[in-house]
């Protein structure tokens, strides 16, 4: 039981892989084999490449605001790794790798980030729900699913991720109290990367973890190294089969590092120096894994160079399909509000788009 | 054929339908062994167990968001606020996410659910327990909000938000949730959420009113109709969509008309029916329409709640001003 050993009051935090990639063996579960691991690192290389990409996008003025997930691969990996199809996975808006992981395509993200509501069209048979930017409010959606389940006497179980702002919001803990009160198949889990656009952690909360705010709603809070890919993973597998299992909610606190802006809008040399970036790099998340697989001689530089490249296409492609899929229908600004289109909105419609032809015949569009 | 008040029509219409519909949960605020604190749910616990009439902490944010988590997962949720008062930390999920998932997903997901919540002053409440903000709601796309006024309409609107694909929002008047007794059949039938119903007709002024002022601009009809007014009452049934079109039809004929409602005056729906009528009967019009409303005031505790309140000698004045106009 590692919540029992590893007690965020007794300022006991899980780590296990080293930033020089250095591990206990006896740690690694037996589903975890090389090959396994392997997969997840990967998954850590394309998110990061999708995550660059995003970003060049943006300045090239083909993407809108993004939020980046730079630095926080394991933290997003490392958890949605354990979830099956029939579970379900509540993002903010910086699990991008998690939401990966779990099926939704990178065009889709992309699209949404391009301004495009079928971004958050998924496939029926992807469990995913659309990104959330009201911070914390998807907190309580998550609890409904994983209590549906509950009450239905199915089996899924709901990975709820919110950030260290989220932890202040009224949403986070009146879904907590829901969540122990009916003993809920759920998993809060934090990505605490410091910041909540500028303001660190330690405005955010007196307490001296993030993870012990579970124990005052009755279920177990850890805290692990979120920028270490097998401590969320181990984390997060007792926390899946936990909720599995019929025995409650948890809450993971991931300490990870933020290394990018909040979003393409932000300036974070305002509020963070150079030297403090620098410090964390050493940390970073990906290369730690990289170490650790070098050293069992299962990556090597030109492995990576591939993979790399590999991803970067697979990105730009990507890019590519959401610029196609891209919609410019007005009529969808009317036709999605409810299930069937009622007079109001037809009429309102209809006047848009005699608005929009006669705007179309004026010689230059104007007035 | 049962002669039913609201409280024991909703109640009813409840019952049967968690009868035909298996998905349908109810969850609140003293909900389940209490029955509500109006009873509206009474004894639907101990019909429908537990696990279909789920009593939850006292949040209302968390009863709106996890029915959102619910619904998305497989329910028919139906969460009571325990009063209108009390809706304002669900508002953010109501407007941030419960009106907008259908859009937002291009249909992939939707948000099937009802919120009801007594709502209105009249009943001597505590503070808090008496505003009507129905405004508030009906400026929020995505959602549909119903009104009843009497006991018939509660049932069959309740069906029909309990079958409707989207989110409904369900306001009771609690003044008259035992004022009126009349007539309600066992078994389904429904009242189509975006249909007004004249419920008293006439030809000299249209007077539309919802929730409880229905009774109150009703008796204000009676009284005028001694002198030989002639008024039409149109109980809007649903603020939103709104049946603008029975109005308008009514306004063409009268030519005259006041809106009443309880809600404060600035910005209230009094101004948005005005304005339809004004775009689509305006050459109709033989006088300016009248609001009789809530003053632009806090809703003052229950010693002076009655001066707040309209009442059929205000809205008489009223209809008597546009008549002589």
Redesign the interface.
Known sequence: MLWAEYDPLANRRLAILSPEGQMDEGWRPSELDDEALLHLYDRMVALRQADLLALNLQRAGRMGTYAPTLGQEAANIGSAALLQAED?LVPSFRETGAMLLKGVSLKLIYLYWMGC??G???P?EVRV??I?A?VS?Q???????????Q??GENWV?LIYLGDGGTSK??FH??M??AG?FQTPTVFFIQNNQFAISVPRTRQTASATLAQKAIAYGFPGIQVDGNDLMAVYLATREAVARARAGQGPCLIEAQTYRMGPHTTADDPTRYRSEAELKTQERFDPLLRVRLYLENRGLVNPETEATREAQHLKWAQEQAREAEAAISYNPD?IFD????EL???LAEQKAYCQRFLAAKGESAHGQA | MAKLNMVEALNLALAEEMARDPQI?LLGEDVGQLGGVFRVSDGLQAQFGP?RVID??L?E??I????????????KPVAELQFMGFLY?AL??II??ISR??????????VPLVIRMPYGGGIHAPEHHSESTEALLAHI??I?VAIPATPYDAKGLLISALRD??PVIFLEPKRIYRAIREEVPAGEFTVPL?QAQIVRPGDQVTAVAWGSMVRETLRAAEAVAEEGVSVEVIDLRTIS??DDATVVASIQKTGRGVVVHEACRTAGLGAEIIARVNEKAFLSLAAPIERVTGFDTIFPLLKLEEHYLPDAFRISRAIRKVVNF
């Open positions: 379900w509501e079928w958050s069209h998924f029926e729900l659309p959330c009201p409010t907190t309580l959606h998550g609890v409904g699913l994983s209590w549906a389940a009450l239905k709901t009224g949403d009146e879904a109290n829901f009160t969808e999605y509000h409810f299930a009622p007079p109001y | 949960i696990k939850t902490p949040a944010a968390a709106v968001g996890t029915s959102l988590g619910l619904a998305v997962g497989g329910f930390p953010d999920q941030s996410h998932y259908r859009n937002r997903t291009r249909g992939r997901y939707s796309p995505g549909k694909p989207d975006g969509p709104m």
